[in-house]
C-alpha cells in the first residue's frame, strides 16, 4: 500500500502563490507519474498537471505559465508552485502517484484532497 499525504493548502488572495507538496509512503519498487488534479463541486475531476519519471509534463491549458510541477525521486515526493492564483482556480487539489511494486503489480494511490481557495 502507498500513502499520499498533502500539504500546503489554504486561503488565497487572487494574485497570490501557494505552494503544494505530496510525499509517498510505503513499500513499492517505482514511481512512474506523479500529479496533481482538482475538484470543485458538482464538476469532474481534472488534471492540473503531472511529471514522468523523466521529468516530462503535462499541464492543463487553464495553468500554464502561472503553475509548475516538480518531483524529488529521492524523497517521492512532488509540488505544485502555484502562482498568479485566479478564484477560478479554487478547488480541491488531490496528489496522485502511479507506479509499479517489487512484483510488477502496478498502482495508482490518491492522498486525502487540500483544499485551495482563491479570494479577496
Known amino acids: 500500500q502507498v500513502d499520499l499525504v498533502e500539504s500546503g493548502g489554504g486561503l488565497v488572495q487572487p494574485g497570490g502563490s501557494l505552494r503544494l507538496s505530496c510525499a509517498a509512503s510505503?513499500?513499492?519498487?517505482?514511481?512512474?507519474?506523479m500529479g496533481w488534479y482538482r475538484q470543485t463541486l458538482g464538476k469532474e475531476r481534472e488534471l492540473v498537471a503531472r511529471?514522468?519519471?523523466?521529468?516530462?509534463?503535462d499541464y492543463a491549458d487553464s495553468v500554464k505559465d502561472r503553475f509548475t510541477i516538480s518531483r524529488d525521486n529521492a524523497l517521492n515526493t512532488v509540488d505544485l508552485q502555484m502562482n498568479s492564483l485566479k478564484p477560478d482556480d479554487t478547488a480541491k487539489y488531490y496528489c496522485?502517484?502511479?507506479?509499479?511494486?517489487?512484483?510488477?503489480?502496478?498502482?495508482?494511490?490518491w492522498g486525502q484532497g487540500t483544499q485551495v481557495t482563491v479570494s479577496s
Open positions: 496522485n502517484m502511479v507506479g509499479y511494486y517489487s512484483d510488477f503489480r502496478s498502482f495508482s494511490s
Open positions: 510505503g513499500s513499492f519498487f517505482s514511481i512512474n507519474t
Open positions: 511529471i514522468k519519471e523523466g521529468g516530462h509534463t
